[in-house]
């Protein structure tokens, strides 16, 4: 029988090698999908803007790739716990005004700083949230069918 204090003493170290490993999961989680976007995208160097965005979070501004003039915001942050993130202190202090971009702005898209690091994968929330109806207006099939192999959402034709 293994005593009580045992138990007690190992019972913090369970806990949070368990915390670790759920870390591990999610930023392996977070990793494949990055690498998802960027099998299908290509890197546009100067491609996103970032300035800050409603709640304190970084925004990115990014061309629309079939309407010339038009662009589309994708944000990051403005919630709690996402202060400390690189892109939100970044865009808050005004040290990086231009990103590097892969991705179709209008679905799921990664952004970096020049080099490329500080990988951040950016959605629009109908992209990924199953409670709301996928974008399919203003979007060509062909944009559609990469979006969709990058691991977004799309809607029908």
């Not at 204090?5 to 369970?14: G, S």
């Not at 629009?124 to 979006?147: I, T």
């Given at each position: 029988?293994?005593?009580?204090?045992?138990?007690?003493?190992?019972?913090?170290?369970?806990?949070?090698?368990?915390?670790?490993?759920?870390?591990?999961?999610?930023?392996?989680?977070?990793?494949?999908?990055?690498?998802?976007?960027?099998?299908?995208?290509?890197?546009?160097?100067?491609?996103?803007?970032?300035?800050?965005?409603?709640?304190?979070?970084?925004?990115?501004?990014?061309?629309?790739?079939?309407?010339?003039?038009?662009a589309v915001r994708l944000s990051h942050g403005g919630v709690i716990g996402t202060g400390r993130h690189f892109w939100v202190r970044t865009a808050r202090s005004g040290r990086c005004t231009v990103a590097w971009f892969a991705g179709?702005?209008?679905?799921?898209?990664?952004?970096?700083?020049?080099?490329?690091?500080?990988?951040?994968?950016?959605?629009?929330?109908?992209?990924?949230?199953?409670?709301?109806?996928?974008?399919?207006?203003?979007?060509?099939?062909?944009?559609?069918?990469?979006?969709?192999?990058?691991?977004?959402?799309?809607?029908?034709?």
């Amino acid at each position: 029988m293994t005593p009580v204090w045992l138990l007690v003493l190992w019972l913090p170290v369970l806990c949070i090698g368990l915390w670790y490993t759920l870390l591990a999961v999610s930023g392996a989680a977070t990793l494949l999908g990055v690498r998802r976007v960027l099998r299908v995208y290509p890197w546009q160097a100067d491609g996103a803007e970032v300035s800050t965005g409603k709640g304190g979070g970084a925004r990115f501004t990014v061309a629309d790739p079939e309407r010339p003039g038009t662009a589309v915001r994708l944000s990051h942050g403005g919630v709690i716990g996402t202060g400390r993130h690189f892109w939100v202190r970044t865009a808050r202090s005004g040290r990086c005004t231009v990103a590097w971009f892969a991705g179709d702005p209008r679905y799921v898209g990664v952004v970096a700083t020049p080099g490329p690091g500080n990988l951040l994968r950016v959605a629009q929330r109908e992209a990924l949230d199953a409670q709301m109806s996928p974008r399919s207006r203003g979007v060509s099939a062909e944009a559609r069918a990469r979006a969709r192999a990058a691991g977004a959402r799309v809607g029908g034709a």
